[in-house]
């Protein structure tokens, strides 16, 4: 009997023992399947000290303006700070599933280039506190969002004043794409600095809807110089290649806009109003890696170095000595701040 009892004691102390490990097991199990909350678990370092960026664009990289300026903005980073970057286009509906796509990839900054990123931005990073979604351009911020604005008017300003110097006829034109505030903010500055140096210039204003149309970029541009316009000056994104096809068959002058584009072959292009994007997208990143960025607006200017209006030095020799001592001098009062440039705010 006494065997018994005690093989029966044995008996009970094994189950229990199991039971319990069972029980713990269990835990762990259901602990491990709780699904994460949006932009929580998807956004904590890794413990690889890899520091991931991307850039979405509203058009190709390869455009030789706009999004290939925020393109090399990217690969300095990629080789200033040993960054894992990547890009895509994306427009729309798009724009926010990019960016939830990345963030759940563990892309701690995304860059969105263009004033119509903002607001999808504001709306995903509340998904994802510890991802940094910045736009170019752009009114909203929060903690963990914010936006560049380039101070491009500047540049436009010293091209309309060029333009107006330089015309023949008297009128001038402004070929868009898309229909957005930073892209009618430039054209008023164009026009302004247009009217500071010839008050009775005629400026006119098209936009096509599309900045990679070519087709309608080429096509308005057209209709522009058939009424007049000897100088144009465009902000078409990849359409601009339409732009400078139209000018050059029409023997009339073209300005370049966020890169420089004056040695495109055409061989149109006077001068270009440029972004000077890498230190300025160096900058913000080295804040996000170190932590350190907190969402604002920062206005990126000349003084800054982030923006300058640069001569096509193929034509400079064409250019009559007083227009360009004007124009200097512009630029210079531009620097010191006894000329303020007009913008919108949006």
């Known amino acids: 009997m006494r065997k018994l ?4 004691l044995f008996s009970a102390l094994v189950v229990a023992g199991c039971s319990g490990g069972n029980q713990q097991a269990q835990s762990e199990t259901t602990g491990s399947s709780t699904p994460a909350t949006s932009g929580g678990e998807a956004t904590k370092p890794d413990g690889s000290g890899e520091f991931k960026v991307a850039l979405l664009t509203p058009g190709p990289v390869t455009d030789q303006g706009w999004s290939a300026m925020a393109y090399d903005g990217l690969k300095e980073i990629e080789t200033e700070l040993k960054a894992t970057v990547n890009n895509q286009e994306a427009q729309g509906t798009q724009i926010r599933e990019a960016m939830r796509t990345y963030a759940r990839d ?4 995304i860059f969105g280039h263009g004033f119509e990123y903002n607001a999808p931005a504001m709306e995903v990073a509340k998904e994802f506190p510890n991802t940094v979604f910045i736009s170019s351009s ?3 911020t929060a903690a963990n969002v914010g936006a560049f604005r380039f101070y491009l008017e500047q540049g ?5 004043m060029t333009a107006a110097l330089m015309s023949k006829t008297g009128k001038l034109a402004m070929i868009g794409g898309d229909e957005v505030p930073s892209i009618k903010s430039t054209f008023k500055a164009f026009e302004a600095g247009a009217k500071a140096a010839k008050p009775g210039i005629v400026v006119t204003t098209t936009f096509t809807g599309s900045g990679q149309d070519v087709a309608k970029a080429k096509l308005a541009t057209l209709q522009a110089i058939s009424n007049g316009a000897d100088m144009i000056i465009h902000q078409a994104n990849a359409a601009a290649a339409g732009v400078f096809e139209a000018c050059k068959e029409k023997k009339v002058m073209a300005f370049g806009a966020n890169l420089d584009q004056n040695s495109d072959p055409s061989n149109s292009v006077l001068a270009s109003a440029v972004i000077v994007a890498k230190p300025a997208f160096v900058a913000l990143a080295k804040k996000v890696q170190e932590g350190s960025y907190q969402g604002q607006i920062e206005l990126m200017g000349m003084k800054e170095g982030a923006i300058d209006f640069v001569w096509n030095p193929a034509m400079v020799n064409s250019i009559p000595a007083d227009v360009r001592s004007q124009v200097e001098k512009a630029k210079a009062d531009i620097l010191s ?3 303020v440039v007009p913008k919108d705010e949006f």
Do not use: T, V
């Open 337 to 339: 701040g006894s000329l």
């Open 106 to 109: 563990g892309y701690k900054l």
């Open 156 to 160: 436009f300003y010293l091209a309309g």
């Open 138 to 140: 752009g009114a909203e």
């Open 5 to 8: 009892w005690i093989f029966a």
